[in-house]
């Protein structure tokens, strides 16, 4: 809870930010090694969530309270594996265990 939200605008930036982030993360993100050094070493070899990718609309509510105002963060990042996961299972009835969910390009197409 980040309390009192000073910055609504900002704050809805920030966790719609960290919910696209998790996305393409729990989908994408593989960091592989080859003799100790990663495969990945810039964006032509580690896959991002593209922009046409990420959802059109994400809704985020703000419980409205007394607390006093702190840091936001990345709180819309940590849950979105877990989400993800239950949402491709309920679509395809197989179970994801381990990310990134997403490594043929082909899987992309029953995200729609």
Do not use: W
């Not at 980040?2 to 993100?29: F, P, R, T, W």
């Amino acid at each position: 809870d980040c309390g009192i939200v000073v910055n609504k605008e900002g704050a809805l930036n920030q966790i719609e930010g960290g919910i696209v982030d998790g996305l393409g993360h729990a989908m994408y993100s593989q960091l592989t090694f080859k003799d100790g050094a990663p495969e990945q070493q810039n964006f032509d070899r580690y896959r991002l969530i593209r922009n046409n990718e990420a959802p059109l609309e994400i809704e985020v509510f703000f419980a409205e309270n007394e607390i006093a105002p702190t840091g936001l963060g990345e709180p819309g990042l940590p849950p979105v594996a877990g989400a993800l996961a239950s949402a491709l299972y309920k679509a395809t009835s197989k179970r994801y265990y381990r990310q990134p969910y997403m490594i043929l390009e082909q899987e992309t197409a029953i995200l729609g």
